[in-house]
């Protein structure tokens, strides 16, 4: 017998969401939805059955709210959005918008996928006390491999002594509006992790002028915007004499949406914290 059978679900919601059956659809609530990254969700999900859209949303002054798309209302009203248990807001918005939509899940009990990134120290604060009561995947970066990316660098930067200077390059399209990179910063902390140092005390971006000589233990940002590249991060172990570079190269947003899709199953059948593209994964 399950523990559900024995409890009233009304008394225990989050024991009732953590039972949703392998196999059964997973509800997306999607703001954003005539994004970038909103449309490549939308267009994965059409092809995908175990996936559904149950409600999107858009910035009120956006051309097709009102409108019928997927056969879904695009409304205006972030309050479509909490779907309740087994549901899943995913959110690749602005910070400030992803902030009201965390307050929703919360208070419905929605889990919540978040790839927007430049989030705030402030803000990730309000985003942990929601995962107290409802389940969050935080990702700058969606990407399997990105996932494992990162895992690599926080193992080469732990193996490497600090006499090896690490430097992070990233590249996106003209229309980003954050630098560096959520991924970038996350490739940081990874490094930093693996150095057991906070990224924070040893980060040097947007260099430029006088700088001085380069800090030893410093890890470095440089940042390029053009075209629509989708995103490419190189990070660069310089030693003496010799250097390894590792790189990820984003061919296509596909990549993200099908990470998001596979942490929106994930998170739908969590119990309440805050989780990442690692736990996706594992
Ligand atoms: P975008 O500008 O194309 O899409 C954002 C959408 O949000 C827009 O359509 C905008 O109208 C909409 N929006 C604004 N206010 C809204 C509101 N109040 N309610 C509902 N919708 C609203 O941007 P994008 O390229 O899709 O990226 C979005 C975010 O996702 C960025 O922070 C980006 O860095 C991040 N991103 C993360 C990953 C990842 O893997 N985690 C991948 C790609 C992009």
């Given at each position: 017998m399950a523990v559900h059978d024995v409890l009233d679900p009304r008394l225990y919601p989050q024991i009732q969401g953590a039972e949703k059956m392998a196999g059964e659809i997973t509800r997306i609530a999607l703001p954003g939805a005539a994004g970038r990254m909103g449309k490549m969700i939308r267009d994965l999900v059409a092809e995908k059955a175990e996936f559904e859209i149950a409600a999107l949303t858009e910035h009120s002054d956006h051309p097709l709210v009102g409108s019928t798309t997927d056969g879904v209302f695009l409304s205006a009203d972030a309050d479509v959005l909490g779907l309740g248990k087994g549901g899943v807001i995913v959110d690749f918005t602005r910070p400030e918008v992803t902030l009201m939509h965390i307050e929703i899940a919360r208070k419905t009990g929605t889990a919540m996928v978040i790839g927007t990134t430049g989030l705030t120290n402030e803000q990730e604060k309000a985003l942990s006390r929601a995962a107290a009561d409802t389940p969050i995947v935080y990702c700058a970066n969606t990407s399997v491999g990105v996932t494992l990316l990162a895992q690599i660098v926080r193992q080469v930067a732990g193996q490497l002594g600090q006499d090896w200077d690490i430097e992070i390059v990233e590249t996106h399209h003209?229309?980003?509006?954050?630098?560096?990179?959520g991924t970038a910063l996350a490739l940081g902390r990874a490094a930093a992790d693996g150095r057991n140092v906070n990224l924070g005390e040893v980060r040097d971006s947007g260099r430029d002028g006088v700088t001085g000589q380069r800090r030893q233990g410093d890890i470095g940002f440089a940042v390029m915007r053009g075209g629509d590249v989708a995103g490419e991060h190189t990070v660069t172990f310089f030693g003496q004499q010799e250097r390894i570079e590792l790189t990820h190269r984003a061919g296509s947003r596909a990549i993200f949406a099908r990470g998001a899709l596979r942490a929106a199953a994930f998170a739908s059948v969590q119990t309440p914290g805050l989780y990442s593209m690692d736990d996706v994964l594992a």
């Open positions: 003209n229309q980003k509006i954050d630098a560096p990179s």
